[in-house]
């Protein structure tokens, strides 16, 4: 399967923890997303990569989250202190280097905060 | 600021019915995208299709259509003798053209009732 892979696909944590989630996009895919999804929602963008520049952060909704993509491939996102409010659905997609490119999404980590 | 409004939160039609998803979209950007993506019960966001503003031909895709009519800034979704199988949420999305995410709406919930 070539698609975009997110692990771990579930992740409950008490609050206060830290978690981290990975992305691997589509190989031949520069650009890669990170959108957060609650219940009854559409994704929420939260950031974005051009190989390895973090050209967007600015939506990343508080400084408890963080990303990054060293080598240009995969990617992770943290989350610092956790809080029940964070219970979501993290989405990763990447896409080509084209303007408008259609985004491809991973399957999702659900994170659940006790 | 983007903005994507699908009003219709849940639609609920008999098999083979024709049914029309509404989209319609705020921009200032003069060079935009448009897309719809189907999220179906196992969670998954599948790209369906990807519109630019120049472009206002409409497409047919097998029993999907849809019409992009910037006049109303709409870009609506026909499907059409609709199955069961396609029961999931549809949404539509919107990105200017640079390589910024995409702006989701709500979602509308399709029912398809056998």
């Known amino acids: 399967d070539t698609g975009v892979s997110q692990d771990p696909r579930h992740k409950i944590t008490k609050r206060g923890q830290n978690v981290t989630f990975r992305c691997d996009p589509i190989?031949?895919?520069?650009?890669l997303y990170w959108y957060r999804q609650t219940l009854g929602q559409g994704p929420e963008f939260l950031t974005y990569?051009?190989?390895?520049?973090?050209?967007?952060k600015s939506r990343l909704l508080s400084d408890r989250f963080s990303a990054e993509r060293p080598k240009g491939s995969f990617s992770t996102l943290e989350i610092q202190r956790t809080e029940q409010g964070d219970s979501a659905m993290y989405l990763c997609?990447?896409?080509?280097?084209?303007?408008?490119?259609?985004?491809?999404f991973g399957p999702g980590t659900r994170l659940t905060v006790l | 600021a983007q903005k994507v409004t699908q009003a219709q939160t849940e639609i609920s039609v008999v098999e083979k019915e024709d049914v029309t998803l509404d989209c319609v979209y705020e921009?200032?950007?003069?060079?935009?995208?448009l897309f719809w993506y189907k999220q179906p019960p196992s969670g998954e966001l599948v790209f369906l299709i990807r519109?630019?503003?120049?472009?206002?031909q409409n497409e047919i895709s097998g029993r999907y259509s849809w019409n992009f009519q910037k006049s109303t800034s709409s870009f609506n979704f026909t499907i059409t003798a609709s199955q069961v199988v396609d029961s999931a949420v549809y949404f539509c999305?919107?990105?200017?053209?640079?390589?910024?995410?995409?702006?989701f709406g709500k979602g509308t919930h399709l029912i398809i009732q056998p």
């Open positions: 990569f051009q190989n390895e520049a973090q050209l967007e």
């Open positions: 997609a990447s896409s080509l280097v084209v303007p408008g490119g259609e985004q491809f």
């Open positions: 999305a919107l990105t200017g053209g640079g390589a910024d995410g995409l702006t």
């Open positions: 921009t200032r950007d003069t060079t935009y995208y």
């Open positions: 190989s031949e895919h520069n650009r």
């Open positions: 519109r630019n503003s120049f472009d206002e």
